[in-house]
């Protein structure tokens, strides 16, 4: 047997279902909130990235030579792509609030929350500069995870590098890569390892320690402090969320330029759900007109484990039922009640093997239905059809039109 490679995963359809009920929420919610849909290659060319996404994404990239000997990728996220699409084009209506659920690949180490391959919402309002646009944006990434349930359960961190740098300049001084390189991995670097590298770097522990704690915000004015601020109000009274500024949200990636922000669970038990910031330079460094953007990332993957621990990974219940045919007639019949049924909005499946009714009650259940419809000689007479709940075993004979009461009152 082949194995499949590592860090990349099958989606069997008990799976797949739930993941396309996640892309659904993020999507209803993406329109929601007047964003609309577009889509980018899976290759691009590996110029697209220099001097932008920073060397961790260079380093984890999928890049080989095409057979006409063009250095290209298979895209570690979304947005380089979407700053190319806007550069590209000089009449688009600003600002353009877009959304893309899309597959990327990065050449990482596989762990918990973490794949070579994973999908990722992007969401994006490019052409404002406006604090309403951060606001939005970070408010459209808290109603998101409201709806899957986990609103109470997450946390959501703002920053800002402008403010970071401006403490940096005024409490510590020229090593600003230093800094946001402890800061970024505060929570995972033991405390001796941080103290090492302060020692070695000859950095203040006490202002370091100040920065973490967000304690030196206290003794800060800046504007950039009153927009985060102003950004943190608008959330707050939007959605109800839990949102705080944390001086140590820098983030991995290169372009950004001032507003970052992350959602976490409430513990930190895993990796950041999503990311993202205010990236006002990409778009003209690519040959566009100046495009300040802001946006966010949210992978599939931290997700899935936090929705599993809170008991949220599973099926919607949903309007579907399974056709069993107990003779030549209602084989026949069956035809008509799927097409009616599907008419209504119902999903239906029906038998398609040569099976006995007992084998095909056997194979509706073990795939989950939680209603078999039974059709024969008598129900293709009457025009009626034979409700089964799987789960009591209970039937009941109904007009095709009373199917729709099954979900509401159950058959007991
Ligand atoms: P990022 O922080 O690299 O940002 O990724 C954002 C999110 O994508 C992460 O929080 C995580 O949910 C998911 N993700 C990233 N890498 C992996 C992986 N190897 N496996 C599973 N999930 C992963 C960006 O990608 C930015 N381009 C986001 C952005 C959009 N900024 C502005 N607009």
């Known amino acids: 047997m082949i194995e499949r490679l590592r860090g990349f995963r099958d989606f069997y359809p008990e799976d797949q279902e739930i993941r396309r009920n996640l892309f659904k929420t993020m999507e209803e919610t993406c329109r929601e909130f007047g ?26 990239m999928f890049s080989f030579r095409d057979k006409g000997g063009r250095e290209v990728t298979l895209v570690p996220e979304f947005t380089p792509t979407l700053s190319r699409m806007v ?48 606001s939005e944006i970070v408010s459209l990434s808290a109603e998101i995870l409201r709806k899957l349930g986990v609103g109470e359960r997450i946390k959501l961190k703002i920053n800002s590098r402008i403010l970071l740098d401006a403490i940096i300049n005024k409490f510590v001084g020229e090593k600003r890569r230093e800094v946001y390189y402890i800061l970024d991995r505060w929570n995972k670097l033991e405390s001796d390892i941080k103290d090492n590298i302060i020692n070695k770097e000859r950095l203040d522990k006490n202002i370091i320690n100040a920065i973490a704690s967000g304690k030196i915000i206290k003794e800060f004015e800046h504007k950039e402090l009153d927009r985060l601020n102003s950004i943190l109000d608008y959330v707050k009274s939007y959605s109800n969320v839990s ?12 372009y950004y330029t001032g507003f970052v922000f992350e959602s976490w669970d ?44 809170e008991g949220l990974w599973k099926l919607k219940k949903e309007r579907r039922v399974f056709l069993v045919q107990i003779d030549p007639r209602g084989r026949d019949y069956s035809k008509d009640v799927a ?16 099976r006995g009714v007992s084998k095909q009650l056997d194979y509706a259940a073990k795939i989950g239905y939680e209603f078999s419809v039974i059709l024969g000689e008598n129900e293709a007479k009457n025009g009626t059809i034979t409700v089964k709940n799987m789960s009591t075993g209970k039937q009941s004979e109904m007009n095709i039109e009373e199917i729709d009461n099954i979900w509401e009152t159950n058959i007991n």
Not at 339 to 354: E, F, P, Q, S, Y
């Open 266 to 309: 409430k513990e930190e038990k895993f990796r950041a759900i999503l990311g993202g910031g205010r990236y006002d330079n990409i778009i003209e460094q690519l040959g566009g007109e100046h495009t300040p953007a802001v946006g966010f990332g949210f992978g599939d993957a931290v997700i899935e484990n936090i929705m599993k621990m």
């Open 35 to 60: 964003f609309k849909e577009v889509d980018g290659p899976s290759l691009e060319s590996i110029e697209l990235y220099a001097h932008k996404s920073g060397e961790e994404i260079m380093s984890q």
């Open 339 to 354: 097409r009616k049924l599907r008419a209504k909005g119902i999903n239906v499946d029906l038998n398609v093997m040569d």
């Open 243 to 254: 949102i705080e500024i944390d001086l140590k949200i820098v983030r991995g990636l290169d």
């Open 87 to 134: 550069s590209s084009r000089k009449d688009l209506v600003k600002p353009m609030k877009w959304y893309s659920i899309a597959k990327y690949w990065r050449y990482e180490e596989p762990q918990s929350g973490r794949f070579r391959e994973f999908y990722q919402l992007n969401a994006d309002i490019l052409g404002s500069e406006s604090i309403l646009a951060d």
